[in-house]
């Protein structure tokens, strides 16, 4: 006879601090610890790609969000990168052979600034040196003298026609652009009344008159066209050496202080040529000039001459790390905005926005996985950027027909970036799956684990990381049992008494929330007892759902027993996740059976509402019942189990030993014990595994045997492989030191049947016998009366086909005699 499983000691529900085991009073007392807390594997990794500076080491940072991943690697990759050099500083200039494609200067780390410096001050010595050089009384003189040079021999050619027009009796008038004629009487000019008056004689006289004078004026102005370009070429000779007078004192220096610099000598030597064509049509050619102010030509200048500074760094500032948050493929690579002048969109090279990219070259970037692939088209681009190792600002969607308005095409530039991507293992292991690019440009993994060995150097350590948060964040000081709390709450998320949990972000939310209940409490130290309320106030927060269900069972709205017992029901455990809060909710498993051929019909997942996970677990119970019992006699029953007053979607395998033992039950007609309720995944071999959520479980139970009050036969039955998970509340503890609830481990199912139905199972001989009594027996034995009723049926079905068969042949002889 075995003996029954005992309930676990209070000792075992719960990893606790023993007081005075950590070795301080408050953390005043301890260095500060920053930095990340465990994660060997993680750190080893980030060195070793940051180290790695060969092609295709880019970085994937894997774990869970608030791991302290994003914090330690971008803290470590700004302390690596202080230690390194600069990289170059990038420019975009103006193109003067082709305003379409701006090119880019390289310059040295804080050398952009400067040169855009130079170039604001030689603006300002064009707007003070021009117009002035053109009223310079020797230009002007100059000028003249080209003028009237011309002017006189336009003079003299009409002059010579005048006088001999005079002679003919012809008037000649001239103005500024043109020479007429008319008749002359008596010296005077004759107007249109009185030259009607004219004999025909008079009029064909002055006719040809004026052919003749017309004929003479086209000879003298015959060399017109030579006068005037001589004189243009005069004046241009003029106006580019008073503008090179004027301009290379303004100029020279640059050419000078840049002498060793191949692409601004280039650029400044252009902008030079561009320089005197623009003067010169400003205040020489272009006559509308005289009334455009001071602040428009600057403008101008501006908008043709400044250089648009793309990315800045310090001599002394290392390389950068820059994270975006925000991984648009504008925010990435950067744009060519445009502006509205009078409805048309128009842009210059002054318009390129740069990028992160930019930013980040020479460089780290970081980037969120996730964010990143949301938009395909961003990933593949950062790609190619990554692969030709050029940035290049194009717009997103050109090569799609999306994108009509003219735009720039600014020169690309070299690009050097090691980028960091941060995401979850999903991601990880999706990218790898989907994009075989993916493996070969991001070789280095840094994998940050979800929890880390709990022993006193850890818990020491974690003691320096709460005091380096609470001096950040300006939080008071915490006492020894305060820092105990919050390692037992670290290793119930970790669901696990010798781990922690490495997603820190958790327990400093929470100690944020036990400064405020201090504060509220005036107190000076935070202590265990404002951690404790912090967490019930947290619990009260997200408890609506849960004390809804606790209500609705002890109001018999949802049927659950938790005291007597029952044929065919038993208590299962489930857990409820709701956004980012789980609890534990207990439900009735019931099962029926009766002789036949089906098997087992799970109604899950014949209705579509058993996952795949649960189904399993139901085929896994067929296996073991058939390995176990169905050696002898066939397993020729019709058993239905349901999950009842379920209505969503069911998953796991947890149920699949309260499952057994409902089963056996409805078999056997044994009732079970309602008073106590079990979880635990089966194998075909009846051992029990372990299961998840294990105190979320319990502690829905309890809650609901305390709602109803508590009986001292009450408890919980989950996997022995689970008492290493347990966490359990203060309350849940008190109770089992006071005897008033139990917590049972088993490792098979004979276990929690011994327990449900206080009947031994009973051990097998070596000729396949139980003993009697056994339960195991008894389910042979109704298995046996099964089997008989499927014989007798199979008799009687097999004497009425004998019967009729003698009957059809009766019949047949009876018509032979006939015939």
Same mark, same amino acid.
């Given at each position: 006879?075995?003996?029954?499983?005992?309930?676990?000691?209070?000792?075992?529900?719960?990893?606790?601090?023993?007081?005075?085991?950590?070795?301080?009073?408050?953390? $005043?007392?301890? /260095?500060?610890?920053?930095?990340?807390? +465990?994660?060997?594997?993680?750190?080893? *990794?980030?060195?070793?790609?940051? =180290?790695?500076?060969?092609?295709?080491?880019?970085?994937?940072?894997?774990?869970?969000?608030?791991?302290?991943?994003?914090?330690?690697?971008?803290?470590?990759?700004?302390?690596?990168?202080?230690?390194?050099?600069?990289?170059?500083?990038?420019?975009?200039?103006?193109?003067?052979?082709?305003?379409?494609?701006?090119?880019?200067?390289?310059?040295?780390?804080?050398q952009s600034k400067e040169f855009e410096q130079d170039i604001r001050a030689l603006i300002d010595g064009l707007m003070g040196t021009f117009p002035a050089a053109f009223e310079n009384p020797n230009y002007q003189e100059q000028k003249g003298a080209i003028?009237?040079?011309?002017?006189?021999?336009?003079?003299?050619?009409? $002059?010579?026609? /005048?006088?001999?027009?005079?002679?003919? +009796?012809?008037?000649?008038?001239?103005? *500024?652009?043109?020479?007429?004629? =008319?008749?002359m009487r008596e010296g005077k000019a004759l107007d249109e009344a009185d030259f009607a008056t004219l004999s025909d004689e008079e009029r064909d006289a002055f006719q040809a008159g004026v052919s003749e004078l017309e004929g003479m004026l086209n000879n003298e102005l015959l060399s017109l066209p030579t006068w005037k370009r001589i004189s243009y070429e005069q004046l241009r000779e003029l106006n580019l050496e008073t503008v090179k007078e004027a301009l290379d004192p303004l100029i020279e220096p640059l050419f000078n202080k840049y002498l060793e610099e191949e692409a601004v000598q280039s650029f400044l030597k252009e902008m030079r040529e561009d320089l005197d064509k623009v003067i010169i049509d400003q205040f020489v050619d272009d006559k509308a000039s005289d009334n455009r102010d001071e602040t428009s030509r600057r403008a101008m200048y501006e908008e043709m001459y400044l250089p648009n500074v793309a990315v800045t760094h310090t001599s002394d500032g290392g390389q950068p790390v820059v994270y975006e948050p925000h991984p648009t493929y504008r925010n990435l690579f950067g744009q060519v905005e445009y502006s509205s002048d009078q409805g048309m969109l128009i842009t210059?090279?002054?318009?390129?926005?740069?990028?992160?990219?930019?930013?980040?070259?020479?460089?780290?970037?970081?980037?969120?996985?996730?964010?990143?692939?949301?938009?395909?088209?961003?990933?593949?681009?950062?790609k190619r950027a990554l692969k030709s190792k050029t940035l290049k600002i194009e717009h997103p969607y050109a090569d799609m027909g999306l994108m009509n308005t003219t735009t720039l095409s600014p020169e690309d530039l070299p690009l050097q970036v090691k980028v960091v991507l941060i995401g979850s293992r999903d991601i990880y292991y999706l990218l790898q799956d989907a994009d075989p690019d993916f493996q070969e440009m991001f070789r280095v993994l840094v994998d940050f684990d979800d929890s880390l060995k709990r022993?006193?150097?850890?818990?020491?350590?974690?003691?320096?990381?709460?005091?380096?948060?609470?001096?950040?964040?300006?939080?008071?000081?915490v006492s020894q049992k305060g820092v105990a709390r919050l390692i037992e709450y670290s290793s119930r998320l970790a669901e696990h008494q010798k781990e922690m949990a490495a997603k820190i972000g958790d327990v400093f939310e929470l100690l944020g929330e036990a400064d405020f209940n201090r504060q509220l409490a005036k107190d000076d130290v935070i202590t265990d007892v404002h951690v404790a309320r912090a967490l019930a106030a947290k619990k009260d927060r997200t408890g609506r759902v849960a004390e809804k269900i606790i209500e609705e069972i002890v109001d018999g709205t949802i049927l659950l027993d938790s005291d007597g017992e029952a044929i065919g029901k038993i208590n299962g455990l489930t857990v409820m996740q709701i956004g980012d809060s789980s609890f534990g909710a207990p439900?009735?498993?019931?099962?029926?059976?009766?002789?036949?051929?089906?098997?087992?019909?799970?109604?899950?997942?014949?209705?579509?509402?058993?996952?795949?996970?649960?189904?399993?677990?139901?085929?896994?119970l067929s296996g073991f019942l058939g390995h176990r019992y169905a050696q002898r006699y066939p397993l020729d029953i019709c058993a239905s189990i349901a999950m009842e007053q379920s209505y969503g979607y069911v998953d796991g395998d947890s149920a699949s030993t309260a499952e057994l033992c409902c089963l056996l039950s409805a078999l056997v007609n044994v009732p079970l014990r309602q008073d106590l309720a079990i979880t635990g995944s089966l194998n075909q071999y009846g051992q029990v595994q372990a299961i998840g959520g294990v105190n979320e479980k319990?502690?829905?139970?309890?809650?609901?045997?305390?709602?109803?009050?508590?009986?001292?036969?009450?408890?919980?039955?989950?996997?022995?492989?689970?008492?290493?998970?347990?966490?359990?509340?203060?309350?849940?503890?008190?109770?089992?030191?006071?005897?008033?609830?139990?917590?049972?481990a088993i490792e098979n199912a004979d276990e929690a049947l011994h327990l449900l139905t206080g009947i031994e199972p009973g051990v097998q001989d070596s000729e396949g016998n139980y003993p009697e009594g056994t339960l195991s027996n008894m389910v042979l034995n109704r298995l046996e009366e099964i089997s008989k009723l499927g014989h007798e049926d199979d008799e009687e079905s097999e004497g009425e086909s004998d019967k009729e068969k003698a009957k059809s042949d009766k019949d047949k002889s009876d018509d032979t005699k006939k015939s």
């Open positions: 006879m075995s003996e029954m499983v005992q309930p676990l000691a209070p000792s075992a529900l719960a990893a606790k601090l023993q007081e005075g085991k950590l070795p301080f009073k408050t953390l $005043n007392e301890l /260095e500060s610890l920053s930095g990340i807390l +465990g994660q060997e594997r993680a750190v080893e *990794a980030i060195q070793f790609g940051v =180290a790695m500076h060969r092609p295709g080491y880019n970085i994937f940072v894997m774990g869970g969000s608030g791991t302290g991943r994003s914090s330690y690697v971008t803290s470590y990759l700004k302390s690596e990168a202080k230690r390194k050099e600069s990289p170059s500083e990038w420019v975009y200039v103006n193109n003067f052979k082709d305003y379409r494609t701006p090119k880019a200067i390289e310059f040295k780390p804080g003028d009237r040079v011309f002017n006189e021999q336009y003079e003299t050619a009409i $002059n010579r026609v /005048e006088r001999h027009a005079s002679k003919i +009796g012809v008037a000649m008038f001239r103005d *500024a652009s043109s020479v007429s004629f =008319a008749p210059s090279y002054r318009l390129i926005r740069s990028g992160s990219l930019h930013a980040a070259n020479g460089g780290y970037l970081i980037l969120d996985a996730e964010k990143l692939l949301t938009d395909h088209y961003l990933w593949e681009a950062l022993n006193e150097e850890t818990e020491l350590a974690f003691a320096r990381l709460l005091k380096d948060r609470i001096a950040k964040e300006g939080y008071s000081d439900a009735r498993i019931s099962t029926t059976v009766y002789p036949g051929g089906k098997g087992i019909i799970d109604i899950e997942r014949e209705s579509n509402l058993g996952q795949n996970i649960h189904s399993k677990g139901v085929l896994i319990i502690e829905g139970f309890f809650n609901v045997c305390s709602a109803r009050g508590l009986t001292g036969t009450q408890g919980v039955i989950i996997p022995k492989s689970n008492v290493i998970n347990l966490m359990l509340s203060d309350e849940v503890i008190e109770a089992v030191e006071a005897g008033k609830f139990h917590v049972y």
